[in-house]
């Protein structure tokens, strides 16, 4: 068959959260990427270990609580997770979406899986934004990361009060990708956001994308910090939870 047309319109995919679902964070496209068409997939249902086995919707096993640098990992398991996003990716490439164009977001057990996918997808994307996320495997996956995955710019966002998902993790995955792997990626910290998702998170996220971070793309060292938090976030008890309007 001949080529797809090509799509002008950006693509975002959300990976939610441990126990949560795709369609529970559809409230997200609200806040920004206007015009964009998102998607929400809902990880298959599996036992959770560090849930003592109970079954949820997943994307990989998770052993322990807090979840750290070094924490254990089930790499296999990651893996056939990427499978599948990558088989998304795929099909939104095939119908005729630019990888310029795509763009991989996730948020705490998403956000893990949104950069292992990104790292390990062959193509450069338009950009991948971790929220309140971890390395899902070992510095030993340098490897098999490609020459035109480590040009896909990413953002990192973390709250110095999250309690689930330490700022160590934030820092310790940004550091890897800049100086292990030497991308392009910004860490954005707010003092007092937890282990949630705030509106304000997603509207800066847009910002960056458009090239306009408080990080410089030039300056893969830099980060900013916000003091404080406003009052009128949105939060979304994102590893265990659900997205809400509060």
């Known amino acids: ?8 319109q950006r693509f975002v995919l959300w990976l939610h959260g441990l126990g949560d679902s795709g369609r529970a964070n559809e409230p997200v496209a609200g806040y920004a990427f206007a015009g964009a068409r998102w998607a929400f997939p809902t990880a298959p249902t599996a036992p959770v270990t560090c849930n003592r086995g109970m079954l949820m919707p997943s994307w990989f096993d998770i052993h322990d609580t807090p979840i750290t640098s070094k924490s254990a990992r089930d790499e296999a398991d990651v893996l056939r997770a990427v499978e599948r996003v990558h088989a998304m990716i795929d099909q939104e ?3 005729g979406t630019r990888p310029e164009d795509v763009f991989i977001f996730g948020l705490s057990q998403g956000g893990a899986l949104s950069i292992a996918s990104v790292l390990l997808y ?9 929220f309140s996320g971890f390395l899902p495997f070992g510095a030993s996956f340098a490897s098999r990361v490609t020459a035109e995955a480590k040009k896909t710019p990413v953002l990192w966002v973390h709250g ?3 309690f689930l998902v330490p700022i160590e993790a934030g820092k310790d995955g940004t550091k890897f990708l800049r100086g292990r792997l030497g991308m392009r990626c ?18 800066y996220c847009e910002q960056w994308a458009a090239g306009g971070g408080g990080g ?6 830099t980060r900013s910090v ?15 939870g659900f997205f809400s309007r509060s």
């Open 186 to 203: 910004e860490l954005k910290v707010y003092d007092g956001l937890g282990h949630e998702l705030a509106p304000y998170e997603l509207q």
């Open 216 to 221: 410089s793309n030039d300056d893969p060292g």
């Open 122 to 130: 062959p193509k450069t994307l338009g950009g991948c934004a971790v």
């Open 93 to 95: 490439i095939s119908a």
């Open 226 to 240: 916000d003091r404080g938090v406003p009052r009128t976030r949105r939060s979304c008890s994102c590893g265990f």
């Open 1 to 8: 068959p001949p080529p797809a047309e090509p799509r002008s």
């Open 160 to 162: 110095r009060a999250d």
